[in-house]
T-cell receptor, first 118, second 113 residues
Framework: AQSVTQLGSHVSVSEGALVLLRCNYS??????LFWYVQYPNQGLQLLLK??????LVKGINGFEAEFKKSETSFHLTKPSAHMSDAAEYFC????????????????FGQGTTLQVKP | DVKVTQSSRYLVKRTGEKVFLECVQD?????MFWYRQDPGLGLRLIYF???????EKGDIPEGYSVSREKKERFSLILESASTNQTSMYLC????????????FGNGTRLTVT
């Protein structure tokens, strides 16, 4: 069975500092991996996704994530935090196998709330 | 731009009431989903539908049912609401192509008293 673990339910950084949100997954097959962001009082929106093309994935708003198979990790980073980055971030893995559809049946991590201090 | 609209932002219902949560998408997406979001638990899949009148159980279907009579509309039904169903409910859709991202509505926060 696939699963996702996000290390740290709350992360606090200063404005301008590096953002690192950790995600580890377990999967018996090559996974599809996603990061979503949820701003207050809104639904989730896609930040980036890994689909086996390139291990370093660039997303919106300056975020990127690196797929490391040996570490079963997909950590999210941003070089310099902005106040507008304060939100909840979710890592997710798709149970779909070998490119099949129905990728919406995602398994989500518990979420990490990012606080950005002035 | 894809729009997924959930009819209510906040709902307060009493224990035992029948509750309908409505979701409409405007992009002719094949697949629609209902997730429940709780602090510390992330999102958990309740039900999903891959075609009109077709549905499949997700990870936590107990106490819920769904209806998809038209392609654009996916309803979540709580037959007899209970206090442990107090939560944020998120509807999502996607076109059914491989690796397509989910598009989420803004959520309905349901409180059952």
């Amino acid at each position: 069975a696939q699963s996702v673990t996000q290390l740290g339910s709350h992360v606090s950084v200063s404005e301008g500092a590096l953002v690192l949100l950790r995600c580890n997954y377990s999967s018996s097959v090559p996974p599809y991996l996603f990061w979503y962001v949820q701003y207050p009082n809104q639904g989730l929106q896609l930040l980036l996704k890994y689909t086996s093309a390139a291990t370093l994935v660039k997303g919106i708003n300056g975020f990127e994530a690196e797929f490391k198979k040996s570490e079963t990790s997909f950590h999210l980073t941003k070089p310099s935090a902005h106040m507008s980055d304060a939100a909840e971030y979710f890592c997710a893995v798709s149970p779909s196998l070998y490119g099949s559809s129905n990728t919406g049946k995602l398994i989500f991590g518990q979420g990490t709330t990012l606080q950005v201090k002035p | 731009d894809v729009k997924v609209t959930q009819s209510s932002r906040y709902l307060v219902k009493r224990t035992g009431e029948k509750v309908f949560l409505e979701c409409v998408q405007d992009m002719d997406h094949e697949n629609m989903f209902w997730y429940r979001q709780d602090p510390g638990l992330g999102l958990r899949l309740i039900y999903f539908s891959y075609d009109v009148k077709m549905k499949e159980k997700g990870d936590i279907p107990e106490g819920y049912s769904v209806s998809r009579e038209k392609k654009e509309r996916f309803s979540l039904i709580l037959e007899s609401a209970s206090t442990n169903q107090t939560s944020m409910y998120l509807c999502a859709s996607e076109p059914g192509r491989s690796n397509s991202p989910l598009h989420f509505g803004n959520g309905t926060r349901l409180t059952v008293t």
